[in-house]
């Protein structure tokens, strides 16, 4: 059984990626398939499988997460339009179980969303 996280390869500099921001909590890269013209992933770079297994001693990289949504939203002129998704489980959708925030701009974005 293959258990290699890609997104932890990312984070670990071992996998590529088209990363836009980084510091020492969370990394933020394009997505390789994407669902809008702006359309980047921004990740803890601890392992959490997704926000459903984060505890109360992930609440700071968590708030991290949202500001730097924020602030790589600002980065890439999105002017304060943009949506942000995270999925938690297979049956909403996530497919790699490492918690992620998809940040999704430059387009209209219609509701309900799916």
């Not at 984070?11 to 890269?29: C, H, L, M, N, R």
């Not at 803890?44 to 001693?57: C, F, L, N, Y």
């Not at 700071?60 to 602030?71: E, F, I, N």
């Not at 939203?73 to 297979?90: I, P, Y």
Request: glycine residues 10%; aromatic residues 6%; neutral net charge.
């Amino acid at each position: 059984m293959n258990t290699h996280c890609p997104f932890c390869g990312i984070s670990a500099g071992e996998d590529p990626a088209d990363i836009v921001y980084q510091d020492a909590d969370v990394i933020a890269f394009r997505d390789i398939h994407p669902k809008a013209p702006t359309h980047i992933l921004i990740i803890p770079r601890k392992h959490i499988p997704s926000v459903a297994q984060a505890g109360a001693i992930d609440a700071a990289v968590l708030g991290k997460l949202m500001l730097t949504s924020a602030k790589v939203a600002e980065m890439e002129g999105l002017d304060g339009a943009f949506r942000l998704v995270t999925n938690a489980g297979a049956r909403a959708g996530q497919s790699v179980f490492h918690l992620h925030v998809h940040l999704l701009g430059g387009r209209a974005m219609g509701w309900p969303p799916g």
